[in-house]
């Protein structure tokens, strides 16, 4: 024959075409944080895939294998939150076992506490999947804190675990168990049914704890799940956020944690029973900004702030603005009007009346975030100052059945508006 032909090879670079695809490993903040912390370390992103090996042809030519398979990416967010305001002090070696629902489900957990107004000291920690009447379901495995099994913190503190090996699976309840002694963080409300408290040493006792029933939200402020990335909420609100309905609550009845079971995304609560916008600005970066990972924010605010001495309406759209400062860089934004109030605790009810109106106008106008419109779902047709029959408890508050109500609208809205 003529002169060989010589043929060339080329090798697309699929290996470029899957740098987008590779896994990435989010690494948490230093575990202890400071008051008002914000910042996430993270380390760079590892290289995506592995080096393809060379293989030789039957003619001894040589080309590029194809790359393997890039894992899919982890990463920690938030399964389970709950704002700490109140101030409690334990004397003595006390054994706190808070059960939790856990929003998210992955193979790993950390979990932050947050001190109280003075000298907090946690001696020992663990996790398991909660039991019946406060025993453990499961092997309790043990937290660490820089790699020692507790810690000492200032006041108003967030301390950080290690990651520990410990799978939950969406709407786990799980148990967290701690001996502590000095200021402790907690809720103004009960609403953790399944909650106990014991002197002594008892965190890695199986068996039901004893003790007394503590059902308020005690130092335990996150829970983080790491797994593949995806949508994770963050509640914003007072009481009607928090979940009060009764002199003893169940945060699984607030809307939130209904959202949360309904779309099967976490819908974390960071409610505070009493609070309106001046609080709430302030302790945003320890409550809110100081957890990772959470991709949409939900505001249901202003109720506690109508009437009260020097706000006008300007007032509380400049104060909402401020949170939507604060929020913007980290979450897409959402906001609801604000629901019927058929009295006032303090001022004057016409101001409320009056105030509640223009306020809702506002946020009903307003750009910066999507409209949850929460009042035109529990008010009645004819008195927009009144709820539907059955909605509230004591004329401020919604019933269970107004949570239910509320969180069929979010979820309505956050299916058509939020692409899920």
């Known amino acids: 024959m003529g002169s060989r032909m010589a043929l060339r090879w080329s090798w697309v670079g699929a290996l470029g075409l899957l740098m987008g695809c590779g896994g ?9 944080f400071g008051a008002g912390s914000t910042d996430a370390e993270v380390t760079a992103p590892a290289s995506s895939v592995e080096a393809a090996p060379t293989l030789t042809l039957h003619d001894d030519r040589k080309v590029q294998g194809t790359p393997p398979v890039a894992p899919p990416p982890i990463a920690f967010q938030p399964g389970f939150h709950q704002a700490l305001r109140e101030p409690a002090f334990a004397g003595s070696l006390t054994t706190y076992r808070m059960r939790v629902p856990v929003g998210r489900a992955g193979s790993r957990v950390r979990i932050t506490f947050r001190s109280g107004d003075g000298t907090f000291t946690l001696k020992r920690a ?4 909660a039991g019946a009447n406060g025993a453990l379901a499961s092997t309790p495995v043990s937290l660490t804190f820089n790699g020692q099994p507790g810690f000492t913190a200032n006041a108003r503190t967030l301390v950080t675990s290690d990651p520990v090996a410990f799978p939950v699976g969406f709407r786990d309840e799980v148990a967290i168990s701690f001996e502590a002694t000095g200021a402790l963080a907690v809720s103004l409300i009960e609403s953790f049914p399944g909650s106990f408290m014991r002197t ?3 965190a890695t006792t199986q068996a039901a704890l004893g003790g007394q029933a503590w059902e308020f939200a005690t130092a335990v402020a996150t829970v983080d799940v790491e797994g593949p990335p995806g949508r994770a909420f963050v509640a914003i609100g007072d009481s009607i956020t928090e979940g009060y309905y009764d002199t003893k609550n169940d945060t699984r009845n607030a809307w939130p944690a209904l959202v949360e079971k309904e779309l099967g995304v976490p819908v974390v609560n960071s409610g505070a029973s009493g ?3 001046w609080d709430a600005n302030l ?4 409550e809110v900004l100081a957890m990772q990972g959470f991709t949409d924010c939900i505001v249901l605010l202003g109720t506690n702030d109508l009437a009260s001495e020097g ?12 949170l939507f400062d604060q929020l913007q860089p980290r979450c897409r934004l959402w906001v609801s009007t604000l629901l019927p109030k058929e009295k006032t605790n303090y001022g004057s009810y016409d101001v409320v009346k009056a105030q509640r109106k223009e306020f809702n106008a506002w946020i009903r106008t307003q750009t910066r975030a999507e409209v949850i419109d ?3 779902v529990t008010r009645q047709p004819g008195n927009v100052d009144l709820f539907l029959d059955g909605l509230e408890v004591d004329q401020i508050h919604p019933s269970k059945e107004g949570h239910r109500v509320m969180a069929a609208e979010v979820v309505r809205v956050l299916k058509e508006k939020g692409g899920l």
Request: hydrophobic residues 35%.
């Open 24 to 32: 990435v490993e989010e690494r948490g903040a230093d575990p202890t």
């Open 126 to 129: 663990t996790v398991a999947q």
């Open 200 to 202: 002594g040493s008892y």
């Open 275 to 277: 609070q309106g916008f």
């Open 283 to 286: 302790q945003l970066p320890q």
């Open 311 to 322: 706000i006008t309406v300007a007032k509380l759209e400049q104060r909402m603005n401020q």
């Open 374 to 376: 929460l009042e035109a």
